[in-house]
């Protein structure tokens, strides 16, 4: 007995001692995994001294001491900088003598570039691995499939930023085969979003010989196919099934309808068609069902057996049917009374209000934005008490908003409202009863005065009075209110001046007073902006730095009268990406400091003057810079060609000279539209500059750029395209002159903004035959040069064409019969240059009826001309006219004689008789040119002045 309590003494000694003590060669194996990181934020600040089992992140077994689990997993990421508290390196494969590990998590930290560590398949006893958002890149390998025990693998590494930030999503591919994944039997949840799956046609077979899953999660897998049904579904466990982002564009699958077990089913912009399938119905364990972004037709199915249903999301989607009829036929009372979450946003529902909505006691977030419900919103809306989240915005509700349909909404924090015909008439003095953080009333009634019950609303954060008829100066108390991110006050009356500083506004993120009547000087500006726009006031003000910046020092507090200049460029707002000042008057040099912005600059129709700085520092994230309609002067900016991201470049109306550089071509491979017109540039267009294979846009008019058009104009592929591209600029406008009109395109209409303008230059040569592959023109102007050579026959391909001007050139021959195919012709300008023929008729032709389209051809003839074609010129018959002919021929001296005696001639002699031969009768016409001195050009008309009959 003595002897037992001994041994039991000693290993509960030895238990302890090793509880406390890690075994050293794993403790060299974590040490060497530090050494192999950079800790950006000192997190493995508690990995030094012996026992490795009390460092941050790490667990032993009591009983043996070795490491079971590490959990690196980074909790203080943002997914806007995924630097920020994250480790970064790579994995050390010393992490392979963990041989007990159980546990394993390294996300959210910051390993890009390097490859998937096949050595994880190594740890047979692993039941928790998440590598998730750590940009690994390469084949997941095989090895995984050792790892029988696993219940738990996160290997998704698609990363979503901020939609405000215009950046798409960042997806670091993880390319794998699936014969693997069966050999996982015990795994439970499996999350693979951003794995590029190669494609895969028997995924959804893989996976179903996974009887244990009970969650799966896949995004962005590049999967395009998805079968229709399968022999026996095997994996009836799943509780949750995500599908989302993937390019199916076939019907819901049978089989889905089999998963009994389903909580949640996420079938999100998976480009599904058709109808929504009846075996929805009998899914009877489902709380959650989105079906948001695809293309699914007619009305919903019944869904009365879904009585645990408390989320329905079916946004995006063509519903096209009445919202009643949805939400009354289609669903039982019980599930109409327990839903909490109901988005049928964008679904094409009409109907009204009235009759439903008082019967969703339990409903916490209602969205029915962008459809077509008419009436008014009833007084009782008020007593959905739970409601939290409220979007009625972009319908045709007319009615009247009073405080009885928003007193009792206690739990209140989101209101839209925007784009409908609704007045809002509350009491300024009203205090409501709830504390809103957005609230959208753009386009509704409730001016003239500004809303004074909004400064009792301290928790706002995002505020939109878009187009509401806000008449008068901005209340003070609206800058105090230290929460506002988003603020969005354009297209009102406002008057005034702002604050002389925002810096005290630490979260303001974005604001937009465009088109309003604002004057004086703009603020000093928060460090947190993202967002400025003011285009459209009265602003003035210099761009020249501040000596005194209200960075360095802050707190700072400034007023009207101290405030002489405005640091107006970004040298100390780090964080902005979109800044519009356009159409003030802003006077003036620019500050090198657009560095710190990465998406869009706009400071056009401004009075701008002097160089664009040689140190201009430009960040490769730049889409759009507009410096249209101002003074600047100088060469095209060297140090532009480091901005190799501008998508958006317009220069146009200034005072900008010298050629246009090759590196334009070379350097700018992302840009869609190039803006130069209205300068001094000379030279040729370089011929690199069709490298631009995205170019949808060219403007060089108005300069004085000389020698031929540049071959391999069919290199702009963009424009050869018959469809439309998505273009990604946001608020962004485009002065287009096309059909003799001046245009404005918003960033929404860019992608019908295909033109090529070179009008009013000195251009020469012929018009390149590879000009007619640019099929997707709906712009082509070479009026104004010095062109020479026939029209391109084949010119009846640019069936884009809608506006076509060669007016005031030299061209000659016929105009090509091809010209009857333009059925989207709408202007046409061939004046002034020596075609002859007669002029094509048919299809669209015809409706341009116009003579002066074909004016100072004079041997044009046919319909609108009213010379026919039917006239033969009559010439003299004399041998001596040959004889003279014959003469000049081959005499050098007298020809050049001959020709100096003629030039000078009709220099002064401007009427010429010319008789010509009509059927029976002799016509006697006035052929009149004019040679003036100050012009290449020259202009003839021809006269009918008398008809005699001659026998």
Known sequence: MHYFSLNFLLLVFIQAFLANCCIEHERDALLAFKAGVNDTSSRLASWSGENCCNWAGIRCNNQTGHVVKLNLRNTNYYYADRIYHSLIGKISPSLIFLSDLKYLDLSFNNFTGSKFPEFI????????????????????????????????????????????????????????????????RNLKHMEMSGVDFKDSNVWVETLNKLSSLEVLVLYNNNLTHIPQSIPFVNFTSLKVLHLSEQNFNTTIPIWVGSLHS????????????????????????????????????????????????????????????????????????????????????????????TGWITDMTSITHLALYYNNLSGTIPIDIGNLTNLVYLDLGWNSFTCLLSEAHLTSLLNLKVLYLDENNITILV???????????????????????????????????????????????????????????????????????????????????SINLNNNRLEGKIPFLPTSLKFLYLSNNSLSGQLRKNRKSPYKNKPIVLNNNTVETVELFPCGLTSLYYLDLSSNSLSGQLLPCWSNISGVVNLANNRLSGVVPSSLSCSVTLSVLQLANNILTGEFPFDLQFCSGLQLLDLGE????????????????????????????????????????????????????????????????????????????????????????????????????????????????????????????????????????????????????????????????TIPQSMSNLYSLAVLNFSYNNLSGSIPNGHQLQTLNDPSIYSGNPYLCGPPLETSCDISVRLPQSDGFLLVFFILLFKVKWRYTYFQMVDSMLERVYVMGVIIRRQNNWVVAHYNCLWPNSSPNHRCTLQLIKIQTVS
């Open 654 to 813: 200034n005072n900008f000279q010298g050629t246009i550089p090759d590196w334009v071509g070379e350097s700018f491979q992302q840009l869609q539209i190039l803006r130069l017109r209205s300068n001094l540039f000379s030279g040729n267009i370089p011929t690199k500059l069709t490298q631009l294979n995205n170019l949808l846009f060219l403007d060089l008019s108005n300069n004085y750029l000389s020698g031929p058009l540049p071959r391999g104009l069919n290199n702009f592929t963009s424009m050869s395209q018959l469809f439309s591209l998505t273009i990604s600029y946001y608020d962004t406008i485009v002065i287009v002159i096309t059909k003799g009109l001046i245009l404005e395109y918003d960033s929404q209409d860019f992608k019908f903004l295909k033109s090529m303008d070179l009008s009013n230059n000195n251009l020469t040569g012929e018009i390149p035959k590879e000009i007619v592959a640019l099929a997707g023109l709906f712009n082509l102007n070479l009026s104004h040069n010095q062109l020479i050579g026939n029209i391109p026959l084949e010119i009846g391909n640019m069936t884009s064409l809608e506006s076509l001007d060669f007016h005031k050139n030299n061209l000659s021959g």
């Open 121 to 184: 398949g190594a740890f047979r006893n692993l039941k928790y691995l998440n590598l998730s958002h750590t940009g690994l890149s390469g084949t997941i390998p095989p090895q995984l499939g050792n790892l029988s025990r696993l219940m738990y693998l996160d290997l998704s590494n698609y990363v979503e930023y901020e939609y405000l930030l215009n950046q798409y999503s960042i997806v670091f591919m993880l390319n794998t085969d699936t014969w693997w994944l069966p050999n996982l």
């Open 262 to 353: 389903l909580n949640v089913l996420t079938l999100e912009e998976c480009n599904l068609v058709g109808p929504y399938p009846t075996t929805l119905g009998n899914l009877t364990s489902l709380n959650k069902l989105a079906l948001n972004y695809n293309s699914l037709v007619g009305m919903v199915p019944p869904l009365h057996s879904l009585t645990k249903l408390t989320d329905l999301s079916l946004y995006g989607n063509n519903i096209e049917g009445d919202i009643r009829e949805l939400l009354l036929g289609k669903l039982s009372n019980y599930t109409l009374g327990n839903l909490e979450y109901l988005d049928l946003s964008s679904t094409n529902l009409s109907g009204t209000l």
């Open 427 to 509: 009491d300024s003095d009203w205090t409501p009863s709830f504390q809103l953080n957005t609230i959208w009333l753009s386009s509704c009634k409730l001016g003239p005065k500004f809303p004074s019950w909004l400064r009792r609303q301290v928790e706002i954060q995002d505020l939109g009075l878009t187009d509401m008829g806000i008449d008068g100066s901005i209340p003070n108390w609206l800058w105090s209110l230290s929460s506002l991110s988003y603020l969005d006050l354009s297209t009102n009356l406002l008057r005034g001046k702002l604050p002389a500083s925002l810096v005290h506004m630490t979260k303001l993120v």
